[in-house]
């Protein structure tokens, strides 16, 4: 499913920045420059991110959360788009959850193949388990496992209470989730870039770009909300592809990544 | 690593077995052999909007290997799936390979209305040449289903890209990439959004047989076979059907066969066999004008077209004759089966009509999309409103349709009965495990319905009024075994009004039963 459909509200917009800033902030060790505050066409949705990344974030709290994966999504967006800063996420859309229950369990879906299982992330209570990999398989390349990358790509979460998925997310053929991360019991972030699929409910320019994306789910409330970057300019797509490719060896070397 | 390693080494040898059971056909030397791929299948369903994306691809495939392999320039060609199962990626490659294709066309669909209809090819990976070969195959297919197409999806449909590049997949395709054969992926749009919801909202994907044709003339298309199939025309007159098509190569020698049915799908018969260059139908070895003179009744004729290793369909209007009154179409049509030796099944088969003088039985093993969208055989014709098909394969899905017909023609064929006969001998068929289902029964319009799955499984549930028409999905999804409830409510805009429906079952594919069910309140 390509998230497309667009609700305007300013109220959980300015939760879900919040939420998404603070993850990433923390994820990156830094705080947004003044540029991006500028950036940002929500002036109330500006201040309560500079207020949350002011210090919202208990210490505490951090420490029980695995942002590692955020990190290296957020350096390579800044090394290879020029003067990338987390301000420059805007909110895009909100939408519902698409709980797509299925009766499927984490061995039917992964088996015993460890490398594939390796890239699946608990939340911090172990109650959901989140698959930013849906459209990659592993095969064996040189001896070695290798990503093999299907046309659909998605996330999904399992429900490990009773082992069974709750959420499928299929992005399609235009959007690549590079890794998620929890950041609360109920409440994750998956990045990565996608085309832009529409402006203001109408079609993107043709040829549509490509830029950063983060979505914030929160299976409570069963809300995502997705947030675009500045467009990747087609100059620097060889070396945004690599920077890409670097961020996934980083999350897992023992995988060639392609 | 060395846990990896071994679970590397059991899938190998998994897709290795698999691989040596497969039956993959062997290549006839003088036809182009191209291995359809329809995406996803199984416990991946692929795009998930109104429609599973895996359902549509696999419609589509179908489709398209049905009129691959009826026509002879295609012959042995086959696909990669055509039942709801999953395939691994590498897999997918290696039965093309095996099978001796000479192209690989993977079938997906894109999930937006706001996505261009693209057709995707790989650079990276293999030689030059055949990544030429490859963007060859993916403009023809993507030309040729620009051309087909006659819904939205026609907007933006001329795209053509490198799978890694940025306005495309941004990544390489592992059935791409790693295949040796000119390959082309088709992601046309349309799976999830508004208008899916209108194109999902009947049983059947109006755009199959669209789409299905634009692969097909792309095929065509890149394997330098002449495509006489847009210039084939048919008109109803008074008394007459007019027939025109053109000849893009003036210079050769041919004989053009003429059929005509009055059901898109046949029989077909033989109406006229007309050489090439014969004035009385050409006045410059270019246009041909044909008239069928022996039309009977007011209603359409579809007519075929072959030349030597070439076919094209046209339709006609209703010519402007007396209008027809074929009998009703037959109604509550039930197939029961039984297996025989030598992996063959008795289908007896029964069914309701009225005004009829006999019947003709079609027998498909190929789900229907639609009317067209099916390779339906006629097997028997019968005056009585019952017959025992005794030549039908076991083991796998079969369909079967009746059509009645009188002194004036035809009747629309019944609704579908659908099967499968287990093969092992003495065994109980599926939905002999859940016999009690539906309850309760009679139900509550507002309520739900529960039946008993007998194994884990992908479960297809829909319910159907008196004359066959699906009024409800009730769900499309995978469940576990046991107990299952079907709120009634689901996959439906309308209140259900009281009265008698048909509720059927699908598990992975197979036909649990199909069960009256009575709504009350």
Known sequence: MIVT?????????????????????????????????????????????????????????????????????????????????????????????????????????????????SLLVRSPDGRWVLDTYYGMEIVERSGRPAAAWDADRGFRVFDARTDSLRVYEVLGTTAVPWMGAWIGPDRFVVVGDAILTEMSGQPPPDPAPRTPIAWLGDMESRELTTFRGPAIPDSLWDRYARARLDAFAARQPQIQWE | MSGVSRSLRASALAAALALAHAAVPAAPASAHVVCVDPGHGGADPGAVGICEEESINLGVSNYLLYLLQHDASFEGSFATRTTDISVALSQRVALATAGGAEAFVSLHHNSGVTIRTFVMYDTTGQQASRWTRSRALATASAERLCVEFSTPHALDCDGVCVDQAPQCSGSTLYVLRENPLPSALGEPCGVGAAEAARLCSTSVYPDYMEEARGYYQGLREFFGLTAIGTSFQAAGGPGADTLRWTESDPERWVTYAIERSDACWGPWQPIASIVSHDDRYTPDDMHYTYIDGTVSYARPYWYRLSVTDERATAVTTPAALPPATPPPAPQALVAEGAPLAGGRASVSLEWAAQQAAGFHVYRSLYESMSDCGAAFDRIATTSATAFTDTTAPSGIPLFYRVRAYNATGGSEVSPEAALVVDSRTGAPEPHESAASWPWPNPASRVGAVHVTLPHNGHVRASLHDVAGRRVALLLDARRLAGDLELPLDSGTEARLSRGVYFIQVLLDGRPLGTRRLVLLQ
Do not use: M
């Open chain 1, 5 to 117: 459909t667009k609700h305007a509200c300013a109220a959980a917009g300015r939760l879900a920045l919040i939420a998404l800033s603070a993850a990433l902030a923390a994820a990156a060790g830094c705080a947004p420059s003044r540029d991006s505050e500028r950036a940002a066409p929500d002036t109330t949705a500006a201040e309560s991110r500079a207020e949350d990344l002011a210090g919202r974030l208990a210490p505490s709290e951090r420490d029980s959360i695995d942002r590692g994966p955020l990190r290296s999504w957020v350096d390579a967006q800044i090394a290879a788009i020029p003067n990338f800063s987390l301000g420059a996420l805007t909110l895009e859309s909100t939408s519902k959850i698409h709980e797509q229950y299925q009766a499927t369990t984490l061995d039917e879906q992964f088996g015993g193949n460890e490398a594939r299982r």
